[in-house]
C-alpha cells in the first residue's frame, strides 16, 4: 500500500468532509489536475484531503454558545444597529435559499459582531471563509468548530489547495449552506472599500452554474464604526506607513482583548439588495461576457451596492471637515463646513448612520469630544474659543473614518479647464477606476447630471454641452461643493508615484516594492513642505497607483520602451491639472463662505 493509500484509508473526517472525499466530482478532479501536473492520482488526492481536512468546519452547539459569549463580551464597547425590515427580509429568504453574505471588512471585530447577530435574529448559521492568519490555538480551534474555515491568502502556487478550496465552497453552496467572507479579501487600510477579490466567488458563480440552482443569493453586508478598536487602527495606519504586518497569535489575542475595554460608539449593519446569483449570470451571459468578465461583473455589482448600503457617520462627516481645513477650528467652523455636506446628502436622500442630525451642533460637540476621547483630536480651551484640530501622527486615522464617505462624494467631479465638464469627468473617472467603483459610462453620465443638478440647483439642458465658464459660474455659487475635500489626497498619492516614475528613468521593468519604498520617502517629504496631504503617504494607496501606471503601459513588459519617458511625464501633468482643479474647488468654496 502506498503512503497515499494509506493516508485515505486510515482518515476520521466529519461527514461532510468524508462525503466530499468519496463523491464522483471530487475524484475526477483530482484525477485531471494529476494528469495535467504529471503526477501520480493517488499523490494529489491524498494532498487534496490534507487540505480538505485542515478546511474542515463544523458548529458544535456547546462550542457555538461559547463562542457566542466571547463574541458579546469583545464587543462590549459597542451597541450593535441593524435595521428590523432588513433582517425580516433576510429570515424570509432563508429557509428556501442559500445566503452567501459578502461583506465589507474593516476590523476582527466584523467575524464577532456580524455572524452571531445573524443567530440572534433566527437566521441559519453560515459558514465563515476567512484568513488562515487567524488559525492559531485557541481561537482557531473554536473557530472551526463555530463554522469557520481557515483560507491560506498565498495559494497561487498550490494547485491542489485551490482545487480543495474550490471543492469546499461547491459543496456549501450546492448543499443550501449559509457563507460569509470579505469581498475584499482583506481589512481596508484606508477606510474605504478596497478591490475586490474573485477567486472566492468565482467558485461559487461555478457551482450555481454546473446545477443551475436559484436558490443562492448574494447579499451586500456593510458594517461600519463609529470609532474603530484605538490599538487596532493605530497599526492598520502604522501598515500604511510601510511597517510590516504583525503576526496573529495567542499572546496578540490576549492583547487585542485587552485593549476593548473602551466605549467607541456603534457599529452600523446595513444590508444591499440582494442578487440572484443563477438570474444574474444568465443575464451576463446572454450579453456575451467572457468567464473572466462575468465574475468581474458580478463582483463590482456587489462592491456598487455595498456603497449604497453603507450610511454617513457623524466621525465621518467631522473627519471631512478637519482634514479639508488641515488646521484648528472651532465648533462653528466645523459646523459650518459640516451643514453643506449635511444639506447634500438630504438632497440625495443617503442615510445617517443612526439617524443623526448632521446640522445639529449637540452632534457635531459630542462627536468632537469623542475624537479628543480616542486621541484623533486635540482639543485647546485656554484661549478666547476653544478649538480642535488633528492629533500628532493620526491625520491617516482621521483619513480612515473620512474615507468611510469617500464613495458619496467622489461623484462630485472638479471643474474643467480646457475641456468641457463631460470630458473631465471621464477622465477622472478613467484616473480613479482602481480606487472606485463607477457605475457603467451611461449610469455614470445620468448620475453626474444628477450630482451638477444637486450642486447648483440648475435644469440645464442636458443634450447641451457645458463649457469651462458655465461650470464655474455654477459651482462658485454653490453651497453644496464638498469633493475638493476628499480627492486630494488620492491625487497626491498618484502625483507622488508618477513622480518617481519619472525619476526611473526610461526602464520599462520596476522593482514595485522597491518603488513603494521610494515613494513613501518622497511622499513624507513633500508632506512636510505640504505639497500633498499628509493622509495620503500611504502604502496601500500608492499600490494602487501602481496599478493605474501598470494598466496605462507605464510599467512591465507591455510598456512600450520609444515613448514610456514621454508617457509617464504625461501622467504627471494630467495630475498637476487636476491638482490646479481641485484647488479651485477649494477657492471657490471659500469665497463662497
Not at 33 to 46: E, I, K, T
Not at 100 to 113: A, M, P, V, W
Not at 257 to 279: D, K, M, N, Q, W
Not at 297 to 311: K, S, Y
Request: negative net charge; proline residues 5%.
Amino acid at each position: 500500500m502506498t503512503l497515499a493509500s494509506a493516508l485515505l484509508s486510515r482518515r476520521r473526517d466529519l461527514p461532510e468532509t468524508a462525503a466530499l472525499l468519496d463523491s464522483d466530482g471530487f475524484l475526477s478532479a483530482t484525477a485531471e489536475l494529476a494528469s495535467q501536473l504529471g503526477r501520480d492520482v493517488a499523490d494529489v488526492r491524498a494532498e487534496a484531503a490534507v487540505y480538505l481536512r485542515e478546511m474542515a468546519a463544523s458548529h458544535v452547539p456547546l462550542v457555538v454558545h461559547a463562542w457566542h459569549a466571547l463574541a458579546a463580551w469583545l464587543v462590549r464597547g459597542f451597541q450593535i444597529v441593524t435595521d428590523d425590515d432588513e433582517l425580516a427580509s433576510l429570515r424570509a429568504l432563508d429557509p428556501d435559499h442559500t445566503l452567501i453574505f459578502l461583506i465589507s471588512h474593516r476590523s476582527y471585530l466584523d467575524q464577532f459582531s456580524f455572524p452571531p447577530r445573524l443567530v440572534q435574529e433566527g437566521i441559519s448559521p453560515s459558514f465563515g471563509l476567512a484568513g488562515a492568519n487567524l488559525n492559531f490555538f485557541p481561537l482557531g480551534t473554536l473557530a472551526r468548530r463555530n463554522g469557520f474555515i481557515p483560507v491560506r491568502r498565498a495559494s497561487g502556487d498550490i494547485p491542489v489547495y485551490r482545487l480543495a478550496l474550490r471543492a469546499v465552497v461547491g459543496r456549501m453552496v450546492t448543499g443550501g449552506h449559509n457563507l460569509v467572507w470579505s469581498i475584499e479579501g482583506g481589512r481596508t487600510r484606508t477606510g474605504k472599500l478596497r478591490p475586490p477579490r474573485y477567486g472566492l466567488l468565482r467558485y461559487v458563480t461555478d457551482a450555481v452554474e454546473s446545477v443551475r440552482s436559484e436558490r443562492a443569493v448574494l447579499v451586500p453586508v456593510s458594517i461600519l464604526f463609529d470609532q474603530l478598536p484605538l490599538h487596532e487602527v493605530k497599526l492598520m495606519t502604522a501598515e500604511s506607513r510601510g511597517l510590516p504586518k504583525r503576526p496573529e497569535n495567542a499572546r496578540w489575542l490576549l492583547s487585542y482583548a485587552r485593549g476593548l475595554r473602551h466605549r467607541l460608539g456603534r457599529i452600523y449593519i446595513t444590508f444591499g439588495s440582494p442578487v440572484p446569483v443563477y438570474e444574474r449570470l444568465v443575464a451576463l451571459r446572454a450579453d456575451g461576457l467572457t468567464d473572466r468578465q462575468v465574475v468581474e461583473r458580478v463582483a463590482l455589482d456587489i462592491c456598487h451596492r455595498l456603497n449604497q448600503a453603507t450610511p454617513v457617520t457623524g466621525t465621518a462627516a467631522v473627519c471631512v471637515a478637519m482634514l479639508g481645513a488641515d488646521r484648528a477650528l472651532t465648533l462653528d467652523e466645523v459646523c459650518a463646513t459640516v451643514a453643506p455636506l449635511a444639506r447634500y446628502l438630504d438632497a440625495r436622500a443617503w442615510p445617517i448612520a443612526g439617524g443623526a442630525d448632521l446640522t445639529d451642533r449637540a452632534t457635531v460637540s459630542q462627536t468632537l469630544h469623542d475624537l479628543v476621547g480616542s486621541g484623533v483630536l486635540t482639543c485647546y480651551s485656554e484661549g478666547p474659543a476653544t478649538v480642535w484640530g488633528i492629533g500628532d501622527d493620526q491625520h491617516l486615522i482621521a483619513a480612515v473614518y473620512r474615507n468611510s464617505a469617500i464613495h458619496v462624494l467622489v461623484v462630485q467631479t472638479p471643474g474643467a479647464t480646457n475641456r468641457t465638464a463631460w470630458d473631465k469627468a471621464l477622465a477622472l473617472r478613467d484616473l480613479l477606476k482602481f480606487d472606485f467603483f463607477f457605475a457603467s459610462r451611461d449610469e455614470f453620465a445620468d448620475g453626474l447630471w444628477d450630482e451638477f443638478t444637486i450642486i447648483t440647483g440648475s435644469g440645464h439642458d442636458r443634450s447641451a454641452p457645458l463649457d469651462s465658464v458655465q461650470v464655474e459660474r455654477c459651482l462658485s455659487e454653490s453651497e453644496l461643493l464638498v469633493a475638493h475635500l476628499v480627492l486630494r489626497p488620492f491625487v497626491d498619492a498618484y502625483r507622488v508615484v508618477a513622480e518617481e516614475l519619472v525619476n526611473s528613468g526610461p526602464d520599462r521593468e520596476v522593482d514595485e516594492q522597491l518603488l513603494l519604498t521610494r515613494c513613501l520617502r518622497l511622499g513624507r517629504q513633500w508632506s512636510l513642505q505640504h505639497r500633498i496631504t499628509e493622509e495620503s503617504v500611504s502604502g496601500e494607496m500608492f499600490s494602487t497607483a501602481v496599478k493605474l501606471a501598470r494598466h496605462r503601459g507605464l510599467v512591465g513588459p507591455e510598456a512600450a520602451p520609444d515613448d514610456i519617458a514621454i508617457r509617464r511625464a504625461a501622467l504627471v501633468a494630467e495630475l498637476d491639472d487636476l491638482q490646479t482643479s481641485i484647488g479651485d474647488l477649494a477657492r471657490m468654496r471659500r469665497e463662497s463662505v
